[in-house]
């Protein structure tokens, strides 16, 4: 059974919206309605789950209804940050899922996911342990150290930037939130806690058009993401 956690707590501070970004409209929709959408039309995605702040699950809820989400089954308000309120997921999900079964975690903002690149994702991680969507670098990038100077440069081959869904096993999953937790870290990313316990993903190229609607200039940039998506059935 394959789980996707949608983490949608955010409050669009970056964006200048003044509420929480998922609810900006790119094509007539929420940007979460499009994300959703995705993942009830991905084939082996059987249920999802929602983390969100407590005043937006109402909202939410609506949209799930209204749009006729049936793979949603159930919503957590979020916590202290994004990690934490996946945590709180993977906690609720420890008694009603085996160890081998698969769950994803998707950021609610990265609504232009392709359905094959969902599918590719998901079968690397059943073979691999993990697995992450990312895009190869296009630019060259720097590593710096604390006073930003240059320490090193990375091979840009061998670069890749990270995006979602990223996807393991549900029992490295738990152990790698567990021990984040124990040890009172943070990370930036979900595969990032796997690699603290010794689970090196598999990375899965993805499109560049897989972004992460951020700031202000992204709804301009979605709006014309998304009118290609309609034409080609978001495959």
């Known amino acids: 059974m394959n789980w996707i956690i949608i ?16 609810f900006a409209r790119i094509y007539g929709k929420p ?25 937006d699950i109402p909202k939410i809820r609506h949209i799930v209804e209204s749009g006729g989400f049936s793979k949603v089954v159930y919503l957590c308000p979020a916590t202290s940050s994004r990690q934490a309120s996946t945590f709180t997921i993977l906690n609720f999900l ?15 903002v990265n609504p232009f ?8 994702v998901f079968k690397a991680a059943q073979k691999y342990q993990a697995a992450l969507l990312a895009q190869s670098a296009t630019d060259t990038i720097k590593i710096t150290n604390g006073d930003n100077l ?29 021990q984040a937790h124990a040890d009172d870290f943070l990370g930036t990313d979900d ?11 598999k990375i899965v190229p993805c499109s560049h058009q897989n972004v992460k609607i951020t700031f202000p200039e992204d709804l301009i940039l979605a709006e014309r993401i998304m009118k290609d998506f309609q034409n080609k059935d978001y495959v």
Do not use: M
């Not at 990223?166 to 152990?175: E, I, P, S, T, Y």
């Not at 595969?191 to 993903?201: D, F, K, N, V, Y």
């Open 7 to 22: 983490v949608a707590g955010g409050n669009g501070e970056r964006i200048h919206l003044g509420y929480n970004k998922i």
């Open 31 to 55: 940007i979460i309605f499009w994300t959703l959408q995705q993942f009830e039309k991905t084939a082996c995605i059987d249920h999802i789950a929602i983390s969100a702040q407590k005043k």
């Open 94 to 108: 420890k008694n009603r899922i085996i160890a081998s079964d698969l769950v994803g975690i998707h950021n609610a």
């Open 113 to 120: 996911v392709k359905r094959s690149e969902v599918e590719a």
């Open 150 to 178: 240059v320490s090193h440069t990375p091979l840009r081959q061998t670069a890749w930037y990270a995006q979602t869904p990223q996807v393991a096993k549900f029992d490295k999953l738990w152990q790698a939130f567990f």
């Open 191 to 201: 595969t990032q806690l796997l690699e603290r316990i010794g689970i090196r993903a």
